[in-house]
């Protein structure tokens, strides 16, 4: 196992870029699936899930060759209708691929999906959305089973919730079914908007995306597309926090600011100066952060993937903070760790009571999960003395170069193996 060795206390300044979203380039690597020939993806983290993603891709058929930043798929004409069990087991988001598969292949076979620990995260309205457009499961022992007798046929979806990866994947089965797909309440998350824009880009006809009410017209196929990945706005936000907490000034450039307005305007509010330009944000933080209540929504609401780090950064606030976490039930295993840090943290309910602290004290703790992890590091960067966050690799699911990256800004980090 890895740790990350952290020693706080040193105010990080400086620069730094970030790559192209996690929850943005797993979709379109998905969405290649949808066209036979070469598809060059580029502005691509080199993470974890980037890597698991494409394990999947190719088990169906597709070939993907990496080249620094750039991600080169080649798909088939014929691909296999069946995702590889156990990587699917590991990561949430290849429940994607029934969409696409459905579409290409009239059938797919996969696991039910795992990914991070936030409590019950069920798939229903994925099925339910993709079931509208003509598609029958059934599971049988941990497996999949859908096919589309009569194929995809587009239909008049209506979510019960704008749930980000029933609107992906029904996105994805509609952009080839026949006829007009209408989506009503779906997610507006950059992401999403960017996986539209991708579509659109290889032939398909999609209007809306971005908005609550996206139209899907069918068409006969797509080509093989190239194309840039949307900035990454979580790890934009998490060295932004990082910087503040180490009452430092960082500036993240090539990175899209409106993408973050929520989170800034909370960063804000808690005392940091936020400078914003074209496509960079700076944000110096205070002496000591001020209380601050916000709730997670989806965008452009505050993003619960931006939740651990910002509780993080309200630890050694001054007065108590309130969070509510309306996404995920399941989410709190790091309020354990940074308590164990010195926080004075409490949940009731949805909701999580941060007694802002004088000094967080460097501990031993767990990163639990990426954005949990991402929290860790950014209460070892306010600490005093030295922090040990072991089961590091968490973080590599979501943050490319994350220790050069905070080196650079004068953090003193290592990785160690225990
Ligand atoms: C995506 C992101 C994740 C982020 C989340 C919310 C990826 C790879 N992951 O996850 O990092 O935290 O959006 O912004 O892009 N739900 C159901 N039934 C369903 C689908 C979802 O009840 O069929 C519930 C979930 O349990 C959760 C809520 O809806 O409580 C939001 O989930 P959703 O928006 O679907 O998130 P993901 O697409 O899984």
Request: net charge negative.
């Amino acid at each position: 196992m890895e740790a990350l060795q952290i020693t706080g206390g040193i105010p990080l300044n400086g620069s730094i870029g970030v790559l192209g979203a996690k929850n943005a380039v797993l979709k379109h690597l998905v969405a290649t699936l949808l066209a036979p020939g070469t598809h060059v993806l580029s502005n691509v983290p080199d993470i974890v899930d980037v890597r698991l993603m494409c394990e999947v891709l190719e088990h169906v058929g597709a070939r993907c060759v990496a080249d620094g930043t750039t991600r080169t798929v080649t798909v088939p004409e014929v691909l296999s209708a069946e995702a590889p069990l156990d990587v699917v087991r590991k990561m949430r988001a290849s429940i994607l691929v029934l969409g696409a598969l459905l579409t290409r292949v009239g059938s797919v076979r996969i696991a039910l999906p795992g990914g991070d620990d936030f409590g019950t995260r069920p798939i229903d309205m994925h099925l339910d959305g993709l079931a509208r457009l003509g598609a029958e499961f059934e599971s049988r022992d941990g497996v999949l089973y859908g096919e589309a007798p009569r194929g995809l046929i587009g239909a008049d979806v209506d979510l019960g919730f704008p749930s980000v990866g029933a609107t992906e994947n029904i996105l994805l089965a509609a952009v080839m079914a026949k006829g007009t797909t209408v989506l009503t309440n779906a997610a507006r998350e950059p992401e999403l908007e960017d996986l539209a824009s991708y579509l659109t880009a290889m032939g398909a006809k999609v209007v809306g995306a971005g908005t609550s009410r996206i139209e899907i017209h069918g068409v006969p196929e797509l080509v093989a597309a190239t194309y840039s990945v949307v900035p990454d706005r979580l790890e934009a936000g998490t060295y932004l926090l990082a910087g503040a907490a180490s009452r430092g000034e960082v500036t993240v450039v090539n990175c899209v600011p409106d993408h973050l307005r929520m989170e800034l305007s909370k960063m804000r509010a808690a005392g940091c100066d936020v400078t914003i330009g074209e496509s960079t944000i700076t944000v110096s933080g205070p002496e000591r952060p001020t209380a601050v209540d916000f709730a997670t929504l989806p965008y452009p609401g505050f993003h619960t993937d931006m939740h651990p780090q910002m509780v993080a950064f309200l630890a050694s606030g001054d007065g108590t903070s309130i969070m509510t976490e309306n996404l995920y039930s399941g989410r709190f295993r790091y309020i354990e760790m940074l308590n164990r840090m010195g926080a004075a943290i409490r949940t009731d309910g949805q909701h999580v009571v941060i007694d802002g602290q004088s000094t967080l004290v460097g501990a031993t703790v767990d990163a639990c999960d990426i954005r949990a992890g991402a929290a860790m590091v950014i209460a070892a960067l306010a600490a005093a003395g030295t922090t040990t966050i072991v089961d590091a690799s968490h973080l590599d699911r979501g943050y490319t170069d994350l220790e050069p990256k905070l080196k650079s800004l004068g953090a003193t980090i290592a990785r160690i193996a225990l």
